[in-house]
């Protein structure tokens, strides 16, 4: 049984021999994850001979994406169009980053943005992978008046409050390789406060490496790691953990292997 399952990586920022040498490893399975409205064609030409790689489809609030929202969901759309269906498995990311955008002009064009992903969502009945950074009251507040959406809260990057209140709108929450830094108390004990069928587990790679590869590019092989330290926080076996996110994994997003 193929153990480990990244809910969150970023294949086409990797080199190529690395991605296709991921399940040589303990990989069980990667989520391939969208960050601009013309990518999916790519990542799917790329990584499709993968079986064990899906893909989501989504815009990353930047600058350029949010001012002219209309426009790159209209070009997002074209390209979820023409994707095999049976890959296509999450809307996202997508979501509010108020690290990155604080004028209010950009924070107009974000939540546009974010709510036109949630609209395709619940349209084509597909999971949405939440992208939130210091913006928890107001992410909140946007996905409570999309009931019929859930999704996951990617890389989860705040404290118990804010988990639970998103856990009461329905949403898993996943957790990085920040998770493992020392500075991570408050996700540490977020971590903890989960429910089991309510968990998952990403890289986020090319981006926050845990410790001990910290500084360098994450690739999905590095996630043993979180594994590793998340099993130990909720005193479970590494092997219970990595079954339930298979579990987790195929009941949100129907990946299942």
């Known amino acids: 049984m193929f153990r480990f399952i990244d809910t969150h990586a970023h294949l086409s920022k990797l080199p190529r021999g690395t991605v296709g040498?991921?399940?040589?490893?303990?990989?069980?399975?990667?989520?391939?994850?969208?960050t601009n409205a013309t990518d999916l064609s790519d990542r799917i030409a790329a990584f499709r001979a993968l079986d064990r790689v899906r893909f989501s489809a989504g815009i990353w609030p930047s600058t350029e994406a949010i001012a002219e929202p209309m426009e790159q969901m209209r070009l997002l759309e074209q390209h979820i169009t023409a994707a095999p269906p049976e890959l296509l498995v999450a809307i996202g990311e997508c979501?509010?980053?108020?690290?990155?955008?604080?004028?209010?002009?950009?924070?107009?064009?974000e939540r546009e943005l974010l709510e036109l992903h949630l609209h395709v969502a619940q349209r084509l009945n597909l999971p949405i992978i939440i992208h939130t950074r210091e913006a928890a009251d107001e992410t909140r507040s946007i996905l409570a008046q999309y009931p019929a959406v859930h999704g996951v809260i990617h890389c989860f990057?705040?404290?118990?409050?804010?988990?639970?209140?998103?856990?009461?709108?329905?949403y898993y929450i996943s957790f990085a390789g920040n998770l493992t830094y020392k500075s991570a108390q408050g996700l540490?004990?977020?971590?903890?406060?989960?429910?089991?069928?309510?968990?998952?587990?990403?890289?986020?790679?090319?981006?926050?490496?845990?410790?001990?590869f910290r500084g360098k590019d994450a690739t999905p092989a590095m996630i043993v790691e979180t594994y590793k330290l998340a099993a130990e926080l909720r005193n479970s076996s590494v092997e219970d953990l990595a079954d339930t996110i298979r579990a987790n994994s195929a009941a949100l997003f129907g990946f299942r292997l």
């Open 188 to 212: 540490r004990e977020a971590l903890c406060f989960i429910p089991d069928d309510r968990l998952l587990l990403e890289t986020d790679s090319p981006f926050l490496a845990p410790v001990p």
């Open 21 to 34: 040498a991921l399940f040589d490893a303990d990989i069980g399975g990667i989520i391939d994850v969208g």
């Open 95 to 109: 979501g509010l980053d108020h690290h990155h955008n604080t004028e209010d002009a950009n924070l107009a064009g």
């Open 157 to 170: 990057s705040y404290d118990v409050s804010a988990a639970r209140a998103f856990l009461n709108l329905g």
